[in-house]
């Protein structure tokens, strides 16, 4: 199975802050990466697909990037709504792997 | 409008089976897989398997093989996941997916079913 080992586990930043989160994937993962923002109590939400393809109705603070097999995702600006659980995975293959999760909590 | 609603939550003994059902509205049922993707207490997303309502065709996760059946009934566009031989490891929320493209990029969440296994 391809690995993918997010960083950092935990991060804490205020209200405006430029936030990235890395994702490494163990192999070639053709750029087929999606990231997921995940609230308690709530269903994950698609972000953005295919690395850095913004999915409908995400706001533009939210991107990707890749390069070779370490994937990012930036918020541009940090709002009260983003604080959550992010997660990558990749789906080049079978089985679908996920990162094990960033959570981004309030400094 | 696009929505996956998902069955309540369940409680269970070890050694039952449980079967969370998911119900598709506001598109073609069959042009998308469901995958289904669990969490447990304090851990982090795992896929378990997709579902093809167009051929009934599965893929499941090793760690499931055995224990997992993924089904539908297109008179309803409704999707099934039913584990057996529950134990408190099973206890989790689990989580229903659209999805188009492949094994990733799920786009339509159900709300969850929390599943609890106790004696």
């Known amino acids: 199975d391809i690995q993918m080992t997010q960083s950092p586990s935990t991060l804490s930043a205020s209200v405006g802050d430029r936030v990235t989160i890395t994702c490494r994937a163990s192999q070639n993962i053709n750029s087929f990466l999606a990231w997921y923002q995940h609230k308690p109590g709530k269903a994950p939400k698609l972000l953005i697909y295919m690395a850095s393809s913004l999915q409908t109705g995400v706001p533009s603070r939210f991107s990707g990037s890749e390069s070779g097999t370490e994937f990012t995702l930036a918020i541009s600006s940090l709002q009260a709504d983003d604080f959550a659980t992010y997660y990558c995975?990749?789906?080049?293959?079978?089985?679908?792997?996920f990162g094990q999760g960033t959570r981004v909590d309030l400094k | 409008q696009v929505q996956l609603v998902q069955s309540g939550a369940e409680l269970k003994k070890p050694g039952a089976s449980v079967r969370v059902s998911c119900k598709a509205s506001g598109y073609t049922f069959i042009t998308a897989y469901v995958h289904w993707v669990r969490q447990a207490p304090g851990q982090g997303l795992e896929w378990m398997g997709r579902f093809s309502p167009r051929s009934g065709g599965t893929n499941y996760t090793q760690k499931y093989q055995g224990r997992i059946t993924m089904t539908r009934d297109t008179s309803s566009d409704t999707a099934y996941m039913e584990l057996t031989g529950l134990t408190s490891d099973d206890t989790a929320m689990y989580f229903c997916?659209?999805?188009?493209?492949?094994?990733?990029?799920?786009?339509?969440w159900g709300q969850g079913t929390l599943v609890s296994v106790s004696s």
């Open positions: 997916a659209r999805g188009f493209s492949g094994y990733g990029r799920y786009d339509v």
């Open positions: 995975q990749q789906y080049t293959s079978f089985p679908p792997t």
